[in-house]
């Protein structure tokens, strides 16, 4: 028999519970069976969708939200990483132009021949040249100093490579000779386009029968030499 229920003969202004009783009694009971597997079929689906599935459904949706989410972040950095490197290209002439001014470690250690040599055509004598201890320079002192902005006091650490600017290199001396011979002898030094500062400058007339005009010229040159050479 099968499970079919005539709609279309049904009044349902009259229909009774005992009526809707009496129709499913007629109903075989292997109809009953394959009505109870059909709803535990969609009940045993539902449990593993629910259960099983949809779970693992959530949970590719989760890592592919991250992972797109991922992605527009590398896209980003990608992005900075391109405008950054712009804007070094567009800073690196500059760069060349300001860092031939500072002097190499090889270039430091063939200054003192130099000086002796300009001294020479001078007639000057180098009675002393003794170089101090090499000082950093961190960069935030750097701009700062450009600035002209105080720098923010920050806690005494070991510094490192990248944080340093450039270094200083203090060289006590003496000269001696005529003055008009010490004006043409830093003259020369300026004409050398490197970055070297008279920080300190005392100039002694010397008094004597044979030293007419003669000077002798005490003080400290300061040195500067590139961050990656020292």
Excluded: C
């Excluded at 002393?128 to 002209?148: P, R």
């Excluded at 003496?174 to 300190?200: A, P, T, V």
């Amino acid at each position: 028999m099968n499970f079919k229920i005539d709609l279309k003969n049904i009044d349902l202004k009259n229909i009774s519970l005992e009526d809707i009783q009496a129709k499913l009694k007629r109903v075989e009971k292997k109809t009953w069976i394959k009505v109870g597997i059909s709803v535990g079929a969609v009940i045993f689906f539902l449990i593993i969708f629910y259960g099983v599935l949809n779970p693992i459904v959530n949970n590719k949706k989760a890592q592919l939200d991250n992972m797109n989410k991922k992605k527009e972040e590398t896209q980003k950095i990608l992005q900075d990483i391109k405008i950054k490197k712009k804007k070094i290209k567009k800073m690196k002439p500059e760069y060349d132009q300001y860092s031939t001014l500072f002097h190499s470690r090889a270039e430091v250690e063939g200054l003192y021949q130099t000086l002796s040599e300009f001294a020479a055509m001078n007639n000057l004598v180098i009675a002393k040249i003794e170089k101090n201890e090499i000082k950093e320079v961190t960069k935030a002192a750097a701009l700062a100093q450009a600035t002209g902005k105080k720098q923010k006091k920050k806690k005494k650490g070991k510094k490192t490579k990248k944080s340093v600017a450039y270094y200083t290199i203090p060289v006590q001396f003496q000269i001696d000779g005529s003055f008009l011979g010490y004006i043409k002898f830093k003259r020369q030094l300026s004409l050398s386009q490197k970055m070297l500062n008279f920080d300190k400058e005392s100039i002694k007339v010397v008094k004597g029968k044979d030293s007419t005009g003669a000077i002798s010229v005490t003080g400290t040159l300061t040195i500067v030499g590139l961050a990656d050479d020292f």
